[in-house]
T-cell receptor, first 114, second 113 residues
Framework: AQKVTQAQTEISVVEKEDVTLDCVYE???????LFWYKQPPSGELVFLIR??????QNEISGRYSWNFQKSTSSFNFTITASQVVDSAVYFC???????????FGPGTRLSVLP | EAQVTQNPRYLITVTGKKLTVTCSQN?????MSWYRQDPGLGLRQIYY???????DKGDVPEGYKVSRKEKRNFPLILESPSPNQTSLYFC????????????FGSGTRLTVV
């Protein structure tokens, strides 16, 4: 069975610090997709990134970057120079067959203090 | 605008009073799903549907029903709500080849007293 673990329940940083959110996943499939979603205090779920299992290239989008390592089954998310607006709950998710069996981790609550 | 619309956003009800949370998407997605979100547990799948008239149980289906009579709609029915169904509910849809994964509705915060 597939599983997503986010060991960090809550993280607090001061604005402008870098912060990394950890995600470890378990799956038996060779083809799968990994996602990160952001849930700000307003409650909606916002898509951040999708990565398929064949693409281990790291990705950078502005202050956000993702490190995908199949060898350790990890898909970590780093925010550089954090801002107060980054305060949210962040979910890592795994999908084995696209569109099905979408499993979320428990989430990490990030608080960025001014 | 491509979106998933859930209604209502907030609902307070009493134990045992049947209710329906509606979900509609305008993206012609085949796949729709309901999740509930509880503190410390993340999002857990209640039911999903791979297409019209095809539904299946997720991880926590007890106490819920769904139907998929039309492609765009996927209502969640609580026949006899109980306080342990107090939660934040999300409807979501996606399609094969959709690069953004799920599109989520805005959520329905349900309180059962």
């Amino acid at each position: 069975a597939q599983k997503v673990t986010q060991a960090q329940t809550e993280i607090s940083v001061v604005e402008k610090e870098d912060v990394t959110l950890d995600c470890v996943y378990e799956t038996r499939d060779t083809t799968y997709y990994l996602f990160w979603y952001k849930q700000p205090p307003s409650g909606e779920l916002v898509f951040l990134i999708r990565r398929n299992s064949f693409d281990e290239q790291n990705e950078i989008s502005g202050r956000y970057s993702w490190n995908f390592q199949k060898s350790t089954s990890s898909f970590n998310f780093t925010i550089t120079a954090s801002q107060v607006v980054d305060s949210a709950v962040y979910f890592c998710a795994l999908s084995e067959a696209f569109g099905q069996n979408f499993v979320f981790g428990p989430g990490t609550r990030l608080s960025v203090l001014p | 605008e491509a979106q998933v619309t859930q209604n209502p956003r907030y609902l307070i009800t009493v134990t045992g009073k049947k209710l329906t949370v509606t979900c509609s998407q305008n993206m012609n997605h085949e796949y729709m799903s309901w999740y509930r979100q509880d503190p410390g547990l993340g999002l857990r799948q209640i039911y999903y549907s791979m297409n019209v008239e095809v539904t299946d149980k997720g991880d926590v289906p007890e106490g819920y029903k769904v139907s998929r009579k039309e492609k765009r709609n996927f209502p969640l029915i609580l026949e006899s709500p109980s306080p342990n169904q107090t939660s934040l509910y999300f409807c979501a849809s996606t399609s094969i080849g959709e690069p953004y994964g799920y599109t989520f509705g805005s959520g329905t915060r349900l309180t059962v007293v």
